[in-house]
Each structure stands twice: as structure tokens, then as C-alpha cells.
């Protein structure tokens, strides 16, 4: 029933994913990866793909009967037993489904950790009256890059990474060019970054303003910015944001982001 997805798999770029591709926009990162634990079904109707340590992301086709979409999931938590995850993502149905399966047979308890709002910005109504610059990061940012996005992770995940790591995330996320900085008055007040292109959209990711320079615009005012960048290359921009952070969602909805479904974030525990 269930086959290893390959690299660049048609059923990427299928009808029936492409109806919801906004949302499962992830897939298209966690499928490139050759570490990735990657299934899809033989009838192109389920694709689940995981990066190691990380939840694995799950989309079932829409339109399903729920017999169907039931054997599915109960087939593919017999499946991925022997595997260790974290949580799982996917529309909340889904990830109720297949985690209640997967809990059941590992002996664990599930629970709601976060949903996500994804968003998409088909056009971009650019903030007025912010003052400041754009500026790409580059390396001679990498300390308060590092600094930033470690108070990021403890505010939004609750999660302190450790120095080397966030030091070589912030590496990395400065490497790839992607980066961005909000400059006012000479100091860095917000930060964002495209994280990744696929064939039809860009995804914005570490949104982060730094907290005494919160609510004067610079979030918007960034991600417009970079957003704006995306459309120029032809894509559509999107990100995801924690649904139960209304300043966030406020933001994105302001300069143009519409709602695209919501994902589930179901934790596992012991």
C-alpha cells in the first residue's frame, strides 16, 4: 500500500495536492531532504515525510469517504511504528486520526500542542508612514542574528536552544541570502528571512521584532518588503503563524496575507 516517496515525486505537483499546496507548503522542503523519511501512497492519495527530530508533516487528499480516509491512517501508523516522532502535523482531523493510531500501538498519550494559520499574499499592501531601511544580513551580523533568534525560539516555542546551535543556525540562515534586517536609527528592530522557493510560492519565516520596537510597524514593513521581492520573482509569498497570536496574524492580514487552512500540531508523550 505505501511506496518511498522519490526525489521531485509527481505527486508533488498533482492535482489533488496542489489544491491544498499553500498549506502543505512544508512537504516541498521535507521531501528534499535526503535524510527524510519519505511515503506516499500507491494511489497518490497520502504523502507523510519527516525530518529527523521533527514532526513529521501528513496530508491526505481531500474528498475521501471516512472509511477510506480511516484505513489510511490506521494502515500508515502501522507503518511508521517502529519510527520515534515528536508529534505530527496535518489538518486537525487527520493528525487526531493518525495520532490517536500511532499512540495506541507505541503505548503514549496525544495531545493539541499549536495550531498554524497558513497564509498567502497574492498582493502586497505596503505599510505607510515606517520609518527605517531594509538591508540584507550578512556575516559581521551573525552574534546578534544568533541572539535574536534564540529569543525568538524561547518566546514562540518556549524552547532555549543551545549557543553553538542557534550560533550555526544563524550561520547558515545569513548564507543562504535570504536574511533581512529593518534598520532604524541605526539599530536592527525587526528581522525575517525567505526561507524557501518552490516552484510556485516563497515561504517567509523568523519573523522577530525586537521587543522595545514593538508595534510601530517595522514586522509589516519588513515582510512587505520581502514579499514584494517574492512577487517580483514570480512567486507567491506565504508563512504560517501561531493562530493564537493575534498580533502576528494582525500583521500578516494587514499587508495582504489571506488565510489558506490551518495545520495541527498534535504533540506525543510518554
Known sequence: MFLK?????????????????????????????????RIKNCSNELIFAQTPGFNPW??????????REDELLRKLAEQVRPHDFPGVSADYRIAETFARYYAESRGFKHE???????????EVKSPSDVGGVIERANSRHTEMIAAYLAAF?????????????????????????????????????????????????????????????????YASAIVAALSDYCLRDGLTPMLYADAKNPDSNKVYQSIGFVGAGRIADVRFKQ
Open 5 to 37: 516517496l522519490t526525489d521531485r515525486d509527481p505527486v508533488l505537483n498533482g492535482s489533488l495536492f496542489l489544491e491544498d499546496e499553500i498549506r502543505f507548503n512544508l512537504l516541498h522542503l521535507i521531501c528534499g531532504s535526503p535524510d527524510a523519511l
Open 58 to 67: 501528513l496530508w491526505v487528499a481531500p474528498g475521501l469517504s471516512e472509511e
Open 153 to 217: 525560539s524561547k518566546e514562540v516555542f518556549n524552547v532555549s536552544p543551545q549557543p553553538n546551535e542557534v550560533y550555526k543556525a544563524a550561520t547558515a540562515a545569513i548564507g543562504t541570502g535570504g536574511l533581512y534586517l529593518w534598520q532604524e536609527g541605526g539599530e536592527t528592530v525587526s528581522i525575517a528571512r525567505i526561507a524557501h522557493r518552490t516552484a510556485r510560492h516563497a515561504r517567509i519565516n523568523d519573523v522577530y521584532t525586537v521587543p522595545g520596537a514593538r508595534k510601530k510597524g
Open 112 to 122: 493539541p500542542y499549536m495550531i498554524l494559520e497558513a497564509y498567502a499574499c497574492p
